[in-house]
């Protein structure tokens, strides 16, 4: 299929798209003017508009019989008013000419903006409307590509109508790539060369393995001693660095660029791993990367209780509680980074209090968990560490009638949209009198 | 090469690549801002480097609007703000933009009034309904009505996060920095920590009544002044059903909640009118066709003895007991009945099993000309539109 | 004139349904028989809703649909099934397997 929709900036159409050439078009799109046109001329107009945006890629004939002029419409219920009232107050004495004192100012129904509700239904916009695409072109590449399934099912058809219940979910690697901002050069140089490296590798690997095992221990083991040296001279030094290299990471400044942000987090990755294989269990570091990481985050939190604790009660039971958590954890990996923090604890005098203080502990746990969930890894397709591409605040709402979890990249459909008083569940850039318009044009009366 | 010229230069088909950047300069840029300006400077010095080639610039007039909107008004949208939507505010008739902060905070679409980006619920809220329904065993009805989230959505949670921990022992990568930013962008509800919060500030409407296909029509009905006009009898007269005896009405209004949990558990015994292919239900009253009837007379309770608020929840407490027990029972009953009429037969010889349903070739399903669309197969004389235009060809729905 | 039960084939390309019919046996597949007494989709489905214990044991299904006294009615006044419907109908309980019906 062609792609048609292209968002060009003369003659100017709104598509269903994040681009930010499509949001400079939606920040200038005006009403049509209707002084001087006749009506077909402003239904024309109207519909033209609607359907560059609603399903510009389903064919003009199919949309027409997929159109309905039967529009689904809530109406929210109070309990307390039916139990009220049977409904014979709002008949009494009607015939003998007295007026109703019903409420009138409920908001009118904009019944005419749910035109384009049927189209709600197809796959590749519901996966446009969860947020799990870029654009509905898009979305329907994803089905088309097998990265869809609804209901634990593969679903390679766009136009596939889905019925409330509906479960779908797109592989979480292509959304974070459709919702990433993209690599820039250096990224994608850097992505190929590790994909070269990696496929030259295979063949000598099995021969060289066993070596670069052996070498990898010996190194290990080295570094192991010597860190152990360092570790027994100053605990709170690397503690101290480790945490100013968090401080930097998480720190929200925009204007640093991109490329020093990344070697700032790529120092404090290999900070800690250094701190991390100075454990025992350093041999199976890339196995276990899970654990430690678990570990560090329990020694953390098992370090800000004994904190409080400190503070309130007296030193000599937090220590108890210290000394029973090292030998708890004596044979873990994170051994080392919880010995630190035991013994910056266990002296505060040492310590700077301010070295100390929850929101730095805070800042490093966030370090942590940022840099075990959001990593460095040059072969994803899209810029690492994840960050949401440009413009995508603009265009970000979830309509009710979709439930999407995020972190598993999955939506259930939960019914059809409805129209209630004062407001439409489709979500149409157009105001009503386009909506209206577009909507007598499918009347067929023209 | 040059900048194009704009504006009314740039019809003359002459003009376009007349080699003034100076003009270029001052003629747009007269009412912009410095940003933009420079912007530009900087635009016209990269092409002197190219002043060789001959394609045409990049950069058309359009393009040079769009950066410089970029660059100054819409620079605020590149980024996310963290725990705030930000989208384009709406214009003014003036052209200016639009002070009121609720249009700028929830409307996406600056032209549309009538959508408004409504809140999802926050990651706390889903574990909690989660471990509701889950680990405390509670309906989802009641965990519906207390969390002030429908009930469909409360399934959709339940469905959903039980899938997001499967996937996490499986060890699946999740797209969690994507769902944080998510999370970041868009309006949520948070877990109120006094949980009775929810029910003032509930997150969507949980009793919304569909409006009927029946109810389209206005009709016109004279009524006698001393009759009691209500709700039974409006669906009643949407439906064209005859009006209800006096003498079954006037009980009906002495026990109306009997009436409707009567209605809601034998949603079978609905009377029907109309005949052949013309036969519908009668048209109940919204009391019976909203998610939750059982609130109604909690409400009724309420407003009858209010001096015992203990009493009423303990009768509503047994009401939604009751409901649910109903509910229970009467799936049972419809899936034992399933059973009956379905045999199942597995053969040795086959690896696959047989399931025989029974049903009848009568007169009466056949109908008078043997078409009749209760009887079983496909039906003869009725043509096959396989190949016609607009035949849909793709699944229509996939079994879970 | 022979009395048959057999399938007529209907269901699109790729996608067989069958009609068990009683015809004469000398007419056309699809055209208009005696009697329709059942519907057979022999594509199997898989059952849905199940655990997972249950669903490595389960097998895949065939839908029938059949009137049982109907089929036993034409049986008793000599319609003669088809091969495949013999089979069907031997799996129902209502004529003997063809294996082990005497010849």
Not at chain 2, 34 to 54: A, D, E, G, P
Not at chain 2, 268 to 288: C, F, H, T, W
Not at chain 3, 88 to 99: C, D, F, M, P, R
């Amino acid at each position: 299929m062609r792609n048609r929709a292209t968002t060009p900036l003369s003659k100017p159409k709104v598509r269903q798209s994040w681009s930010k050439y499509n949001l400079f078009n939606l920040q200038r799109m005006r009403n049509p003017p209707t002084a001087t046109r006749t009506f077909f001329q402003q239904k024309w107009t109207a519909k033209s508009m609607a359907r560059a945006y609603h399903g510009e890629q389903v064919r003009e004939s199919q949309w027409a019989r997929m159109f309905s002029r039967r529009i689904r419409s809530v109406v929210p219920m109070q309990a307390a008013n039916l139990a009220a009232d049977d409904g014979s107050n709002m008949s009494a004495g009607r015939g003998s000419g007295l007026d109703s004192d019903i409420n009138l100012s409920a908001p009118l129904t904009p019944f005419t903006q749910m035109t384009f509700a049927p189209l709600e239904r197809r796959l590749d916009v519901a996966i446009f409307r969860s947020m799990f695409a870029s654009s509905a072109r898009q979305a329907r590449q994803f089905v088309v590509h097998g990265a869809v399934t609804v209901n634990g099912k593969k679903m390679r058809y766009p136009g596939y109508l889905l019925n409330p219940g509906d479960l779908f979910q797109v592989e979480p690697d292509r959304v974070m790539y459709a919702t990433g901002a993209p690599k820039d050069k250096k990224e994608r140089r850097e992505g190929r060369v590790a994909r070269k490296q990696a496929a030259e590798q295979p063949e000598p690997e099995a021969a060289k393995e066993e070596g670069a095992a052996e070498e990898g221990a010996e190194k290990e083991a080295e570094s192991e001693e010597q860190s152990k040296e360092e570790e027994k001279i100053n605990p709170r030094e690397t503690l101290k660095k480790l945490l100013e290299q968090a401080k930097t990471i998480m720190d929200d400044s925009k204007d640093v660029l991109a490329a020093k942000r990344k070697q700032e987090l790529r120092g404090f990755q290999k900070a800690v791993k250094r701190v991390l294989s100075r454990g025992d269990s350093s041999t199976v570091l890339k196995d276990n990367l899970e654990s430690q990481f678990s570990d560090l985050i329990t020694a953390l939190k098992a370090k800000r209780q004994e904190k409080k604790g400190s503070k309130k009660v007296k030193r000599s039971r937090s220590s108890e509680e210290d000394s029973a958590a090292a030998t708890t954890s004596d044979a873990q990996p994170g051994e080392a980074l919880t010995e630190a923090f035991r013994q910056a604890a266990e002296n505060p005098d040492d310590v700077d209090t301010s070295e100390l203080s929850n929101e730095e502990f805070d800042v490093l746990k966030r370090a942590l968990v940022q840099m075990r969930d959001n990593p460095i890894d040059n072969t994803k397709p899209y810029a690492t560490p994840w960050r949401p591409r440009d413009y995508m605040g603009a265009f970000a709402h979830i309509p009710r009638y979709l439930e999407v979890n995020h972190s598993i990249c999955a939506a259930v459909y939960l019914r059809h949209p409805v129209a209630r008083p004062g407001y439409s569940e489709v979500p149409t850039p157009f105001s009503q009198a386009v909506g209206t318009a577009a909507f007598a044009w499918y009347l067929r009366r023209r | 090469m040059p900048p194009r010229l704009q504006g009314q230069l740039a019809t003359n088909p002459l003009l376009p690549y007349i080699s003034s950047s100076s003009t270029t300069t001052s003629s747009s840029l007269s009412n912009l801002p410095t940003q933009y300006s420079s912007q530009l400077i900087s635009c016209s010095s990269r092409r002197t480097n190219r002043s060789f080639s001959s394609a045409p610039s990049s950069q058309t007039k359009h393009r040079n609007e769009m950066f410089a909107w970029l660059n100054t008004g819409g620079s605020r949208l590149k980024d996310h703000k963290p725990g705030r939507t930000n989208y384009l505010w709406p214009k003014t008739e003036a052209g200016l933009e639009s002070m009121n902060r609720d249009l700028k905070s929830s409307h996406p679409f600056p032209l549309n009034k009538d959508y408004i980006s409504q809140p999802i619920l926050s990651e706390e809220l889903r574990n909690e309904i989660h471990t509701r329904v889950v680990f405390k065993k509670q309906s989802i009805r009641s965990v519906s009505v207390d969390l002030g989230v429908d009930m469909r959505r409360v399934g959709a949670v339940v469905r959903l996060v039980t899938m997001e921990k499967r996937m996490k022992q499986q060890g699946k990568s999740l797209a969690l920095p994507y769902a944080r930013a998510v999370h970041e962008m868009v309006p949520t509800t948070p877990l109120y920590y006094d949980v009775s919060e929810h029910r003032q500030h509930p997150h969507e409407s949980i009793n919304d009544l569909p409006v009927h296909r029946l109810t389209d029509p206005q009709i016109f009905y004279p009524v006698s002044e001393s009759r009691q006009f209500n709700r039974v009898d409006a669906g009643r007269v949407f439906s064209a059903a005859p009006a209800l005896e006096r003498r079954e009405a006037a009980e009906n209004a002495t026990n109306p909640a009997e009436v409707i949990s009567r209605i809601t558990q034998n949603p079978s015994r609905i009377e029907r009118v109309g005949k052949g292919e013309n036969e519908q239900e009668v048209l109940q009253p919204a009391d019976a066709r909203i998610p939750h009837p059982h609130l109604i007379q909690y409400e009724r309770l309420a407003q009858s003895r209010s001096t015992e608020p203990k009493k009423n929840r303990e009768a509503y407490k047994q009401a939604i007991m009751q409901e649910e027990t109903a509910e229970k029972e009467r799936k049972r009953l419809a899936k034992e009945r399933q059973e009956q009429q379905l045999t199942k037969v597995q053969p040795d010889s086959s690896r696959f099993e047989f399931r025989f349903k029974d049903v009848v070739v009568s007169k009466e399903t056949t109908g008078p000309d043997g078409r009749g669309h209760k009887a079983p197969g496909r039906r003869y004389g009725v043509p096959s539109y396989e190949r016609k235009k607009g035949q849909v060809k793709i699944p229509t729905q996939v079994q879970v | 004139m022979v009395v048959r039960i057999r399938l007529a084939r209907f269901g699109n390309k790729h996608q067989p349904f069958y009609n068990i019919v009683v015809a004469q046996a000398r007419t056309a597949r699809n055209s208009k028989p005696l009697e329709v007494i059942g519907t057979y989709n022999p594509v199997p489905q898989r059952p849905t809703n199940l655990s997972e214990e249950e669903a490595r044991s389960a097998r895949p299904y065939k839908d029938v649909a059949l009137d049982r006294s109907r089929a036993k009615y034409w049986l008793g006044v000599g319609a003669q099934p088809s091969d495949s419907v013999w089979r069907l109908l031997s799996l129902a309980g209502l004529s003997e397997s063809k294996e082990k019906a005497p010849k």
